[in-house]
């Protein structure tokens, strides 16, 4: 009879030469024999698996690499088998297989590649992003192509769990291990976009679409990432390639929505939302498009009921929330607003002015009375010299007030009734027990339209400063000053300005119709790149153009002190005037900000202040024609024609 040894080379020899029922019989044989023999375990392990019996070849294989634990083949051997069960736990068993080979044999290529495969399915990118980087530098043989593909397939993993920049590192790989993968270009683009190079990523997708015109959905991506670098020819372009490749994708539809908002044609972005959500209603962003673009038009119960639709369809959306918040302010419906505003907090944009105190915040419920609470800036500096507002209240309830903000609010805010102390960011903070961001003071009081704290003024310039800038000034000559500001912050990103702060400025020259009313000296209050304009102002124009002396807000308010009426465009310097009590016209945009009202006349925040709107978005000619008739009679009523 046969030793077992020499059964077991011949049962091999059936196995290598096709004759696999005779090799699987004769392996039977042997473990009926000797059932711990490892090599006739690992070979018919081999024989099972590849006859589809998977499930009993990993058993078998399993036992033998218990017996050798220092035979990489069986290792290596059993991972394959565990991954052709094709489960997400046989892939995980695969990788500690993998691992083990790799202890025994840590170059080969060939085994790193295996491993990053196993981590792949296994669901864990970042590992598998490792040993696939292994695999590329352990053999610059490694072919290239099944190599791209699983850098790929690990890229995919790593996106699908926000890893951005391990993303990016994957589809770069496998970009530069097979350049004709179109797939690679596309993927590069998505996760370029998310780690904020939009710049990056509108090149991988044109490369994409280069090797293959046909990618619908990189199209589609390419409009958004367009419309953000403020190239919108080419957005609309892509745009239009987007739908003819694909007019069942709601998507494609959907990124025409920014573009046309922001080149002012609202009422075909209306319809091009109408088309995404009819084709995919189920989908909330939509919705809260369909919102904004409603209070353009001024629909602004269509747009509460729009953005109520969203929060169903996605009740943890929290930008649908904050997007329902601001149809329900405009639409003076402030409780409830106050509400939805609290989300801002769970979105993305305020991520950079978070402040994680480990003191509790204020809700209004606690007792304030002989405690220290922090009132903090949260956003525009607008913001901040509207809600300081609530500071005196504070006060009132027994409470010590500190204020943090912008180094260039320090001095005025100091100066705010009820305040005891302002910190510009990046100071050190004196102790407080409480706290609280600015714009959540109006839901801690419960503010709705009846209750809105009006007072004026609240804010207060330093009477010696006023007596100086007054000083400054050319002589009135019985003649009404006018302060005037035409733009607000151009808040560029990458070099685009932002699409709110192109719709609520306007050139200066569009005010030459102002420079026709007799007996006005305007000064200007305007900041920033839009003070150049000054060089080319309208015939006619005595204008006075102080702002160089100018430090900060509290020189600001000196200087708007001695004005007798300031007409300005929707930023900082309204919320200023407004809060000093002095007569402020605001220019305000169609699509106005929820403070406004929807445009009203009259404003419950700033009761010397009267809004002159937009009929139109883009539009500023009726508002101007408006406001010169203002003038007019303000100028009959407050001075005299020189």
Not at 41 to 53: E, K, Y
Not at 615 to 632: E, I, Q, Y
Request: net charge negative; hydrophobic share 50%.
């Amino acid at each position: 009879m046969a030793s077992v040894a020499e059964a077991l080379n011949l049962a091999l020899d059936h196995h290598l030469s096709g004759r696999l029922e005779e090799a699987r019989l004769l392996y039977g044989r042997i473990l009926e024999v000797d059932p711990d023999n490892p090599h006739a375990l690992h070979f018919a392990g081999l024989l099972a698996a590849q006859t589809g019996a998977v499930a009993d070849g990993v058993a078998m294989i399993g036992k033998a690499a218990a017996l050798l634990p220092l035979t990489a083949d069986i290792h290596g051997n059993l991972g394959k088998a565990l991954m052709a069960l094709g489960t997400p736990d046989g892939a995980a068993r695969a990788a500690a297989a993998f691992r083990n080979l790799l202890a025994l044999q840590p170059e080969g290529a060939g085994d790193w590649f295996a491993l990053g495969g196993a981590l792949t399915e296994a669901g864990d990118g970042p590992a598998a992003h490792r040993a696939l980087t292994r695999a590329l530098t352990a053999s610059a043989a490694t072919d290239s192509e099944p190599l791209a593909e699983a850098f790929e397939r690990a890229g995919l993993r790593l996106y699908a769990a926000a890893d951005w920049a391990g993303a990016t590192d994957a589809f770069r790989k496998a970009r530069s291990l097979a350049p004709q993968r179109a797939g690679a270009h596309r993927m590069l683009g998505a996760a370029l976009a998310q780690t904020g190079d939009p710049e990056g990523a509108v090149a991988a997708l044109g490369e994409a679409l280069r090797l293959d015109p046909t990618l619908a959905d990189a199209q589609t991506n390419l409009v958004h990432l367009l419309v953000t670098l403020g190239r919108f020819d080419e957005a609309e372009r892509a745009g239009r390639r987007a739908v003819a490749l694909d007019p069942g994708n709601p998507d494609a539809y959907g990124n025409m929505v920014p573009l046309l908002e922001q080149t002012v044609r609202v009422a075909e972005a209306l319809r091009q939302c109408g088309r995404a959500s009819r084709i995919a209603p189920e989908r909330a962003a939509f919705h809260r498009n369909r919102l904004s673009l409603l209070l353009h038009e001024g629909r602004r119960d269509e747009a509460v009921a729009a953005g109520r639709e969203a929060i169903r369809l996605a009740p943890a959306d929290a930008d649908a929330h904050l997007a329902l918040a601001v149809a329900l302010l405009a639409s003076g419906q402030l409780r409830e607003g106050w509400e939805e505003f609290e989300w801002r907090w769970e979105t993305r944009q305020l991520d950079p002015v978070h402040r994680g105190f480990p003191q509790p915040q204020w809700t209004g419920a606690e007792d304030v009375a002989g405690r220290t609470i922090l009132l903090y800036a949260e956003q525009g500096l607008g913001d901040t010299l509207q809600f300081v507002r609530y500071a005196p209240l504070l006060a009132a309830r027994g409470a010590r007030v500190i204020v943090g903000c912008s180094p260039a609010l320090v001095r005025l805010m100091e100066r705010v009734d009820g305040v005891s102390a302002a910190v510009a960011w990046g100071d050190e903070l004196p102790a407080f027990d409480l706290h609280i961001p600015m714009m959540s003071l109006p839901r801690a009081f419960g503010t709705d339209l009846d209750s809105v704290p009006a007072a004026v003024p609240y804010l207060r310039a330093d009477p010696a400063d006023v007596a100086a800038w007054r000083a400054r000034l050319p002589a009135a000559e019985g003649r009404p000053r006018v302060g005037l500001v035409w733009a607000g912050s151009p808040r560029t990103v990458r070099g685009v300005a932002s699409p709110i702060d192109r719709r609520r400025s306007l050139p200066l020259a569009a005010l030459a119709p102002l420079a026709e009313v007799p007996g006005v000296r305007f000064v200007s209050l305007q900041m920033g790149p839009g003070a150049a304009q000054l060089a080319e102002a309208p015939a006619g124009m005595d204008i006075a153009d102080p702002m160089a002396g100018v430090r900060d807000f509290a020189d600001t308010a000196a200087l708007a002190s001695t004005l007798d009426l300031v007409i300005t465009v929707d930023t900082s310097v309204c919320h200023l005037a407004g809060g000093l009590g002095r007569p402020t016209w605001t220019l305000s945009r169609a699509d106005a900000c929820w403070r406004w009202l929807g445009n009203q006349e009259k404003n419950p925040w700033y009761p010397t202040m009267r809004v002159f709107g937009q009929d139109r978005s883009g539009d500023w000619s009726g508002v101007v024609a408006r406001l010169r008739a203002a003038l007019t009679d303000f100028v009959a009523a407050h001075g005299h024609v020189s």
